[in-house]
């Protein structure tokens, strides 16, 4: 793969543009598509080297049965840039792909990524799970001096991360919006971390990982700027804001809002603790005012400081 290799990107919203300009950046030759302009055609396949998908979760499915259909060339490396689950199927983006497409190399880009910061030319990290070959072809063909990006094998856990951490920002955007401080965000922040190396890990993520750009290093970035749409969600409820005016006021897809609720119902479902994401579940569904929710967290009982995966 060389700097003037061709990419087709699916998805038209801001993260979609945002990798169209850092693959422009290496001298690539991109071509864009989005659901607004009807059928994908077969044309779009024909010789290139990545098929980059940024879509929203929720048309994902759609789109990889119609990729599918058209028979892309095995040597297409696909990269998931989707960070988000499946509500029916509890599925994610890189699982759907993987079911329609299975005889393209897949690998999946997460990390720190506000894609404003990233328009503005301004530095930034990222990470590309997946099997070492295809993740060496995209660092080689997207990473630059101002967009740092690492490998990493652990494809799921890679996934995981940028997944878990839009729930957490939603958390510490109510927070905000309620003017309860840095200190008690900061608490937020870092036991969300045990909740994603305990979801994570249980989903077949290495905890190592869930320590890295697509965990830690992304929840510092949403969790604490009002670029992220999911903190923006979250701080708009914190102001007294119902869920449908939230969302009317948030410029782009909040994946945190649906992810929420489908790993609580997960979380449930095999036993595993995760009380802020139960916390944002309530209130996104109106269970629960977030001065409550807050209440409920602080009223837990005391215990030991673990991270067990």
Not at 8 to 18: A, P, R
Not at 190 to 200: A, H, I, K, Y
Not at 215 to 224: N, P, S
Request: with cysteine; hydrophobic share 40%.
């Amino acid at each position: 793969m060389h700097p003037h290799s061709s990419v087709l990107i699916l998805g038209l919203g801001s993260w979609g543009q945002t990798l169209s300009y850092l693959f422009r950046q290496q001298g690539c030759a991109v071509r864009l598509w989005g659901r607004s302009q009807g059928a994908l055609g077969k044309d779009l396949l024909d010789n290139i080297d990545l098929l980059v998908s940024a879509l929203p979760i929720k048309a994902v499915r759609d789109v990889a049965q119609r990729v599918a259909a058209l028979q892309p060339s095995p040597d297409v490396i696909l990269v998931s840039a989707t960070k988000g689950l499946e509500a029916e199927t509890v599925s994610t983006a890189a699982d759907i792909w993987q079911t329609y497409c299975p005889n393209q190399a897949l690998v999946v880009l997460s990390g720190p990524n506000l894609a404003a910061e990233i328009q503005q030319g301004l530095p930034a990290a990222a990470v590309v799970g997946g099997q070492a070959t295809a993740t060496k072809q995209v660092q080689d063909l997207l990473g630059s001096a101002t967009f740092r990006l690492y490998s990493n094998e652990d494809r799921r856990g890679v996934e995981m991360g940028g997944i878990f951490k839009n729930v957490i920002a939603i958390a510490c955007g109510v927070n905000d919006g309620l003017g309860l401080g840095v200190n008690a965000r900061s608490a937020l922040i870092t036991r969300g971390l045990v909740e994603m190396v305990r979801v994570g890990c249980h989903w077949g993520g290495e905890a190592a990982t869930f320590y890295g750009l697509s965990g830690l290093g992304d929840l510092l970035a949403t969790c604490t700027s009002s670029l992220s749409r999911n903190y923006q969600v979250g701080w708009h409820l914190g102001q007294g804001k119902s869920l449908p005016q939230a969302l009317e006021l948030t410029h782009g897809t909040a994946e945190g809002v649906n992810t929420a609720l489908v790993l609580y119902r997960y979380a449930q479902h095999h036993g595993l603790e995760i009380p802020i994401t139960a916390m944002v579940a309530a209130v996104l569904q109106e269970q629960l005012t977030p001065q409550a929710a807050l209440t409920h967290l602080l009223e837990r009982p005391f215990k030991p400081e673990t991270t067990p995966c």
